[in-house]
C-alpha cells in the first residue's frame, strides 16, 4: 500500500506512528479497524499523553479527550475523505476557547499549549540526528466558527536543547538554537504558516518570496504564504507538516505544509539550524487567538478538536 494517505505523504519512512486507530474499543488501539492505515512500519499508539510524549503543558489549560461532534452536513460534501474511506476520530482533544480569551498566559486564558515528542520509538530517532520528518494530524473547528483577527494552531519545532523551547512569542535571543513553525487563521479563514526560524537575510528572503502574500515583522514572527490555502469549518481538516534540517553552514533547509492532501505551501534554501546539536524535536501544540491584545479575543465560547496525530522519520 502507498503512503500517499493524507498524513503521510511521503513514499519512504523509516519509523512512523499514528493514533488514527485509536478508538473506544475495550483494547483502546484497533488497527483491524483503520486498514487504511494498516501499513507494516506504521506504529498505532494511543492518543494520550503519556504515549505521545506530551510535556510543559502551559498551566491553566487543558486538552480533554472527548469524543468530538459529527461533521456538520456541509461537509458532507467536502473534499476530505472523511466518514467514506476514512472515518472521522472517534476521540480528540479539545481546546476551549472562552469568550473573551486570548492566549494561555492572558487573563481569560483560552485555547491550550504544551510540546508533543511522539511515542519512544519516534522520539529517540529525532534525538539520534534525524534531519527529516512528517508530523500530522487532523482538526475540526466548531460549525459557527468566528475568526475574529486570528489565532494560532499546532505546528511543529526544534533546535538545540532546551533553547529549541519557547521560541515564540516575540522571542530575540539565540534565535539561531530554534525553529517553530505554526500554522494560524487570519480574518475569513486565510491560512499561512508563522514561523520563528534563525534570523538570516537567505531566510528572510525567502520567506519572503513564498505567495501570495508574506511579510516580517520585527517584533515576532514571519508570516508566510498569507491566503495559501483556506481554513473550512465544522470538518476534518488534515494538516501535514515536513521539515528537512539544513545540513550546517549550507542554506539547503526545507519547509513544507500539506493541507488535505495537497502541498500549499513549501520554502527550501532555509537554515534551521547552526549546530549539529540541533535536532528536529516534534510538535508544539499550542492554540489560542491572537496575537496578544483584547481586539484579538475569542467573542463567544468556541472549541476545536484534534486527532490522529501521526509522524514518520524520512532520514
Ligand atoms: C462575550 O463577552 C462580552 C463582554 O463581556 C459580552 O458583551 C458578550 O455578550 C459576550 N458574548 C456572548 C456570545 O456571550
Not at 474511506?85 to 494561555?104: C, H, Q, R
Not at 528572503?205 to 469549518?233: C, E, I
Request: proline share 7%; glycine share 12%.
Amino acid at each position: 500500500m502507498s503512503l500517499s494517505h493524507h498524513l503521510f505523504l511521503v513514499s519512504s519512512f523509516s519509523t512512523a506512528f499514528t493514533t488514527y486507530c485509536f478508538n473506544l474499543g475495550p483494547r483502546g488501539i484497533d488497527p483491524a479497524a483503520c486498514p487504511t492505515l494498516h501499513v507494516p512500519g506504521v506504529d498505532s499508539v494511543a492518543l494520550r499523553d503519556a504515549d505521545v510524549g506530551v510535556h510543559y503543558a502551559t498551566p491553566g489549560t487543558s486538552h480533554r479527550l472527548v469524543v468530538p461532534p459529527p461533521i456538520s452536513s456541509r461537509g458532507l460534501s467536502s473534499p476530505d475523505l472523511s466518514e467514506v474511506d476514512w472515518p472521522a476520530p472517534s476521540l480528540a482533544w479539545e481546546a476551549f476557547y472562552p469568550n473573551g480569551s486570548i492566549n494561555p498566559a492572558a487573563a481569560i486564558p483560552g485555547g491550550f499549549g504544551f510540546y508533543v515528542a511522539g511515542p519512544a520509538a519516534f522520539s529517540e530517532k529525532l534525538a539520534a540526528g534525524a534531519t527529516h520528518a512528517v508530523l500530522s494530524y487532523r482538526m475540526m473547528l466548531q460549525e459557527g466558527w468566528e475568526w475574529v483577527k486570528g489565532g494560532k494552531l499546532p505546528g511543529i519545532y526544534g533546535g538545540e536543547g532546551d533553547s529549541s523551547y519557547a521560541c515564540t512569542g516575540g522571542r530575540q535571543e539565540a534565535r539561531s538554537k530554534c525553529f517553530n513553525v505554526r500554522p494560524m487563521w487570519r480574518p475569513k479563514g486565510q491560512g499561512e504558516l508563522y514561523t520563528y526560524l534563525p534570523l538570516t537575510d537567505r531566510n528572510q528572503q525567502q520567506l519572503s518570496a513564498v505567495p501570495p502574500y508574506s511579510t516580517g515583522n520585527a517584533q515576532y514572527g514571519f508570516s508566510v504564504g498569507r491566503n495559501a490555502f483556506n481554513f473550512d469549518v465544522g470538518r476534518w481538516i488534515t494538516l501535514a507538516f515536513r521539515v528537512k534540517l539544513n545540513d550546517v553552514g549550507s542554506e539547503n533547509g526545507e519547509l513544507e505544509l500539506w493541507v488535505d492532501g495537497e502541498s500549499v505551501i513549501s520554502v527550501s534554501g532555509l537554515t534551521l539550524r547552526d549546530s549539529d546539536k540541533s535536532r528536529i524535536k516534534g510538535a508544539h501544540f499550542q492554540t489560542f487567538f491572537g496575537g496578544h491584545e483584547v481586539d484579538w479575543a475569542s467573542p463567544k465560547d468556541q472549541r476545536a478538536w484534534f486527532a490522529d496525530l501521526s509522524g514518520a522519520i524520512i532520514e
